[in-house]
C-alpha cells in the first residue's frame, strides 16, 4: 500500500510541493490515403503506444501481509477517527505485526503510468461521411502503475467545415455496451461516449460521462491557401 500527499494534515492545507519525477512517452505511425481534389481522406490509419513511462513518488511504502483483518465490521476502526494516512497504516501495521511501524518499507516508491496500444482505422464512406475504429488495449509494464480501461468502439461521423456529427458504439472492458453522440460547430465540440444514463432513469448505475473541448488548427492548410502561395506568371 503506497501514498503521496501534498495535504498537511496538522494546519489542514495543501503545501504545493515537488512529491515526484518520472517520464512519460508516445510513440505511433500513421498512414493517409488523401483524396487527390478535395481536402477529404480515403482511408486513414493509425498504431501508437501511449502513457510509457513512470513516476517515483516521495511518499509511504507499506507491505500489509499477515493474518487478515476484519476492516468493515471491526469495532475498533468504527470508533476511532484518523487524522491521517500515516495513523491509518500505523494502526493496521500494529494490528497485523504489533507493531505499528513493521509495515514502512520505505519513503519512496514507484508507479507505472497507464500504458495502452492503441489502434485506429477510418475510412470515407461518401461525401464528408466517415466510418471509424478505435481499440485501446492496456498493456501493463510495471508491477504497480494505474490501469487504463480496454476500449473497442465503432463510429460513425459527419465532417463539414462548419459542423460535425456522429454517433458511436463501445464495448467498456470487453462487456459493457455503451452509446454515446457528439456534436460540434465551428471549434467548439460536445458530446458523450456513455450517453444513455444522461437521459434514461438506469436501475444500476455504473457510470455515465460528458465532455466539452475546442478544436483549433494553428498550421492549419488547405487547397485554396496552397494556391494562393503559388507564384503566378499572368500578364
Known amino acids: 500500500m503506497n501514498f503521496a500527499t501534498n495535504y498537511n494534515f496538522e494546519n489542514h492545507k495543501y503545501e504545493y510541493n ?4 518520472g517520464f512519460g512517452l508516445d ?3 500513421s498512414v493517409v490515403d488523401r483524396d487527390r481534389d478535395a481536402e477529404d481522406y480515403n482511408f486513414k490509419a493509425g498504431f501508437a503506444i501511449l502513457d510509457f513511462g513512470s513516476v517515483n513518488f516521495e511518499g509511504e511504502n507499506h507491505l500489509l501481509k499477515g493474518v487478515p483483518l476484519e476492516v468493515e465490521n471491526n469495532r475498533i476502526l468504527k470508533n476511532t477517527k484518523f487524522e491521517s494516512p500515516q495513523q491509518y497504516l500505523q494502526f493496521l501495521s500494529k494490528e497485523i505485526y504489533g507493531n505499528e511501524n513493521a509495515s514502512l518499507q520505505g519513503t519512496n516508491f514507484k508507479m507505472g503510468l497507464p500504458t495502452s496500444l492503441h489502434f485506429n482505422i477510418s475510412k470515407n464512406i461518401a461525401e464528408h461521411q466517415y466510418f471509424n475504429v478505435d ?3 492496456r498493456i501493463p509494464i510495471f ?3 494505474l490501469k487504463r ?3 473497442f468502439n465503432g463510429s460513425y461521423t459527419v465532417q463539414k467545415p462548419v459542423v460535425g456529427y456522429g454517433g458511436s458504439v463501445s464495448l467498456y472492458e470487453y462487456r459493457s455496451l455503451q ?3 457528439y456534436f460540434r460547430i465551428g471549434p467548439l ?6 450517453l444513455f444514463p444522461l437521459i434514461f432513469k438506469q ?3 455504473h457510470s455515465a460521462d460528458f465532455y466539452m473541448a475546442i478544436k483549433i488548427y494553428p498550421f492549419w492548410d488547405n487547397e485554396m491557401k496552397r494556391h494562393r502561395r503559388k507564384n503566378c506568371n499572368c500578364n
Do not use: H
Open 203 to 205: 436501475k444500476k448505475l
Open 179 to 181: 452509446f454515446g453522440a
Open 135 to 137: 481499440w485501446i488495449q
Open 27 to 29: 510513440l505511433g505511425v
Open 18 to 21: 515537488q512529491r515526484g519525477k
Open 189 to 194: 465540440i460536445l458530446g458523450s461516449e456513455n
Open 149 to 151: 480501461s480496454n476500449i
Open 143 to 145: 508491477e504497480n502503475g
